[in-house]
């Protein structure tokens, strides 16, 4: 169900919108708890089967003419699971909604042009996300000769936000005397603040030497956490 | 089209890294945490309480101890045994106690006024371990010239589902009792040792399970449970336990081998609450996490010959020995008492 407003402003070459939605989720599939997924000759018996409902609210902005074009949008949205089956085994978070994987409850995205001219123009996207949800450990036990990571509720906490911005510059040669075709050269940046973004974050602990029981380490892994520089060209016939 | 694929993954692993992360995880309430192994073999058995602590670097599981715990065991015809508590949650059973095949043993624990009790656990007998055999391996890059790797046969019984968890324990004759550097040089000297002396070592943080599930009433073959350095000619003694476990406590220890060895894939074992069974009494109250493990247990002593090595043994670093000795030192590393079957 999505209930929205569209508005058009044609002094301002603006588009604007606002839209509302809920949506009823069945049969959304989640994974089971300490079941392995790699190498599983059973993979169905790794995935638990549950309900939910997603709902948010969308704000978005284009202009389309201009030397400035481009559009801005930011959404709220909660993703919520739940998925109580008939045994603990089959049960996730005692059977309470729950934050799916993919929930991002903010999501900003802007992606602008500028003409400097009728030849060279700048780009900009510009993404910002709320950190997808992420399990973490409540408490580490002592068993075993092993830090053991003990875990209660799935999905509680977030990996850090997610943001990058992007940049290009585009010199373009229009079809003109002598010239058969068009070319563009573009000079982009990805990733221009050069923020390592996790991908994901893990906790680690040392299993065999349990002399250093309290060394505990959490990692990030990121990838593209670097700014990539690129040229092209392009040609059009 | 392969060559594509292959650069596209080695520009993503240059642009890609991991780095220490602190996601600033604190301790909240601490969960006492039950951990010991009732067994067929003789006592005194050992079982510990520890508190649980924040994932982090800063809290420890040792912080703090269990302090006025009381532990009891009984079995199926009712019999009482009190556990002795050393004030620093180190429980021990009387010296002549032991478990008995085919009895049903509960454990009840009472901590800070809450009462927890185990689920019924059923000594299971366990099949003898058959046969003990090695195979060497080399070890590419490593600092010692291959390994013998130790595998276990057994015959498993028929009649049942049977599930087996292995443990060793490794002594040898210590080189020295003591390293140390005189005030003012930079040599290391050794000290050897005034009396006999052996040096231990354990599978302390392995775990070593395997199930009959594939080969339920035959024979359950190549399973891996140790392995001797080819750092010495001299035999390696070896003691290996084999204990039956119940399906539940096989599972336990899987989760907890699933749940330490995450490395942040996508092929990681998504993380659960790890279930245990022991259960507080009031079942609103916190959970006593853990498990009380019932098993029967076999023993088997082996000499491994180091000289069938295709390599020269690695050569150890040795210190020069000091003039004097220094005693043998009781310890969980070390001790004076002769192993049994040595020779």
């Keep these: 169900m999505s209930l929205g407003y569209f508005h058009h402003l044609p002094g301002a070459a603006l588009e604007v919108s606002v839209e509302g939605f809920y949506k009823w989720l069945t049969g959304v599939n989640d994974f089971r708890g300490n079941v392995p997924l790699l190498l599983n000759p059973y993979p169905e018996t790794a995935v638990l089967q549950g309900d939910g409902f997603a709902r948010g609210l969308e704000v978005f902005i284009r202009r ?9 949008s930011y959404t709220f949205s909660q993703t919520r699971y739940r998925i109580a089956g008939s045994g603990p085994a089959e049960t996730v978070n005692n059977g309470q909604y729950y934050p799916a994987g993919h ?9 602008l042009n500028y003409k400097l001219n009728s030849r060279i123009s700048l780009s900009f996207n510009g993404v910002y996300n709320s950190g997808r949800p992420v399990t973490y450990p409540v408490a580490k036990l002592y068993i075993g000769n092993r830090i053991v990571p003990y875990y209660t509720d799935r999905n509680q906490s977030r990996l850090p936000d997610y943001l990058r911005a992007d940049i290009g510059l585009t010199i373009s040669n229009p079809r003109g005397s002598g010239r058969r075709f068009e070319s563009d050269w573009n000079f982009s940046l990805y990733n221009m603040l050069g923020r390592r973004n996790a991908y994901s974050i893990y906790v680690q602990t040392t299993p065999r030497y349990a002399d250093y029981y309290n060394i505990v380490t959490a990692y990030k892994f990121s990838v593209l956490g670097a700014v990539i520089p690129s040229i092209s060209y392009t040609i059009r016939l | 089209m392969t060559v594509r694929f292959w650069l596209l993954i080695l520009s993503l692993l240059a642009v890609s890294c991991v780095e220490p992360y602190d996601p600033q995880l604190k301790g909240g309430s601490k969960y006492p945490v039950f951990e010991g192994t009732l067994t067929d073999a003789p006592g005194p058995y050992r079982f510990a309480l520890t508190l649980s602590a924040g994932y982090n670097n800063q809290e420890s599981v040792f912080d703090e101890r269990v302090k006025g715990a009381t532990m009891t065991l009984s079995d199926d015809r009712n019999r009482r045994t009190i556990f002795l508590d050393d004030g620093r949650g180190n429980f021990s059973s009387p010296t002549d106690f032991r478990g008995e095949p085919g009895r049903t043993y509960t454990l009840t624990i009472t901590y800070q006024e809450l009462t927890y009790r185990s689920d019924p656990e059923l ?38 589902e049977n599930y087996y968890q292995w443990d060793w324990i490794h002594y040898e004759k210590a080189d020295n009792c003591l390293l140390f550097r005189p005030s ?52 390696f003694y070896l003691r290996i336990g084999q204990q039956s476990l119940s399906r539940e406590a096989y599972q336990y220890w899987l989760a907890i081998q699933n749940l330490t060895g995450n490395v942040g894939s996508v092929f990681d074992v998504p993380p659960a609450t790890l279930a245990g069974n022991l259960r507080n009494t009031n079942t609103t109250g916190p959970p006593l996490l853990g498990y009380f493990q019932v098993s029967a247990r076999r023993e088997k002593i082996v000499y491994i010959n180091r000289l069938r090595a295709p390599v020269l043994p690695f050569a150890i670093t040795q210190f020069p020995f000091w003039n004097t000795c220094a005693a043998c030192t009781e310890s969980s590393y070390r001790t004076g008492q002769r192993p049994d079957g040595w020779r």
């Design chain 2, 184 to 235: 003012g040089t930079n040599v290391t000297y050794a000290q050897r040792c005034c009396s006999d002396c052996w040096d231990i070592s354990r599978s302390a943080g392995q775990i070593l399970l395997a199930s009959d599930r594939l080969v339920n009433g035959r024979r359950l073959s190549g399973q891996r449970v140790a392995a001797a350095p080819n750092d010495d000619i001299s035999p």
């Design chain 1, 64 to 72: 389309s003419s201009g030397l400035l074009t481009g559009w801005l």
């Design chain 2, 123 to 160: 000594l299971r007998p366990v099949a003898p371990i058959d046969t003990v055999y090695t195979r060497f391996q080399s070890i590419p890059g490593s600092n010692i010239n291959g390994e013998f790797r130790v595998f276990v046969d057994v015959n498993d019984p028929a009649a049942e």
């Design chain 1, 103 to 111: 929930d991002r409850p903010h999501v900003f995205n802007a992606v």
